[in-house]
């Protein structure tokens, strides 16, 4: 019998309409619009509007869209799992108030923390479900209002962070595609160099940490990007190796948009080519857990059966790891 492995059967996105243009943030902030493409490669980045909108309400849309490719019934769905670090609210998960807002009535659901690795690691434990046997349909959502966490007046953060929602469908197959390899790796000790301050059980809000801004996204921007571009190019180089993988092979690197250059950096590593990587930080910036999925969105028409496809990120935790898979459809 062949072994089960949990295929990409549907893929589905959201973005918000608002475009938040870095011609925009220079009225902002002490920034530039040629600053900032130089050292990101970032040119507008969308922006969730509206009074009580949450990420919910972007992994929904992105999840229906999923369905409707599939032909299926959100009731049909298993199991949700839902990648942010932006949950609506502290609990429920989001997952659940995903499922609620869809009409998933037969699913369980969970969130998954673990910032720009997320999709990653939640696309894992989703692709585990399936190869046990005992699912048949789980969706992994990527989802993060960074917008909510981040500060506009600090020049270092604002100018890098985009809202949107990415969602994939895991099926059962037996034809030797899907999800085949994950290294995933996290190093507690980086918490000091990207993290929020306040809102934890360590520090629980008072009007005291609302007032020293200690609820927005703190990064040191330089440490973070060394630790980034080695993380990154070195476990997506050592999946490879470790399934005998060439450039060659490879058909796509989907990469963690949250640098041009720690983007380039890995593909170099991995001696691929420009035309072979999925870029997409121009239009939305980093948009943490929903990087990864919002590329496959973008790129799904390209994607051919049987295409080599390595998925890459780095998150703050510090969190990465790269993940192979072969795609399971034409589109």
């Excluded at 499922?99 to 998933?104: E, M, S, T, V």
């Excluded at 609820?215 to 050592?238: I, L, P, W």
């Excluded at 919002?294 to 080599?308: A, P, Q, V």
Aim: contains cysteine; aromatic residues 8%.
């Amino acid at each position: 019998m062949q072994k089960i492995t949990a295929a990409i059967t549907a893929v589905g996105g959201y973005v918000p309409e608002y475009r938040l243009t870095n011609k925009e943030l220079e009225t902002m902030v002490d920034t530039n619009d040629e600053w900032i493409r130089s050292r990101t490669g970032i040119e507008e980045r969308r922006i969730l509007k509206g009074e009580g909108l949450g990420s919910s309400d972007m992994a929904a849309p992105a999840v229906k869209e999923l369905c409707e490719k599939r032909g299926i019934s959100p009731a049909e769905i298993d199991c949700m799992i839902c990648a942010t670090v932006t949950p609506d609210m502290v609990f429920p998960a989001t997952a659940n108030i995903v499922c609620d807002k869809i009409g998933a009535v037969n699913a369980f659901g969970f969130d998954v923390s673990a910032a720009c690795s997320g999709f990653l690691f939640a696309l894992t434990t989703g692709a585990s479900l399936i190869e046990s046997g005992r699912y048949k349909k789980v969706v992994v959502v990527g989802v993060d209002k960074m917008s909510a966490i981040v500060d506009y007046t600090d020049r270092a953060t604002c100018i890098i962070f985009g809202d949107g929602a990415g969602a994939v469908l895991l099926e059962p197959n037996e034809e030797g595609v899907g999800v085949l390899d994950s290294i995933l790796k996290s190093d507690g000790s980086g918490k000091e160099f990207l993290h929020m301050k306040a809102g934890g059980s360590v520090k629980p809000a008072t009007m005291d940490t609302v007032l020293a801004k200690e609820h927005y996204a703190y990064q040191e921007g330089q440490t973070v990007f060394k630790f980034a571009v080695k993380g990154m190019a070195d476990v997506s180089y050592e999946l490879m190796q470790k399934n005998n993988l060439t450039a060659d092979d490879i058909a796509w690197l989907v990469p963690h948009q949250a640098n041009l250059r720690i983007i380039d950096a890995t593909a170099r590593r991995m001696d691929l080519p420009k035309e072979k990587v999925m870029i997409n930080i121009e239009k939305y910036g980093n948009t943490t857990a929903a990087t990864l999925p919002l590329c496959l969105w973008d790129w799904e028409k390209r994607l051919k059966k049987g295409d080599n496809i390595i998925l890459a990120a780095f998150g703050g935790g510090f969190t990465w790891g790269a993940t192979w898979l072969k795609w399971a459809y034409n589109s």
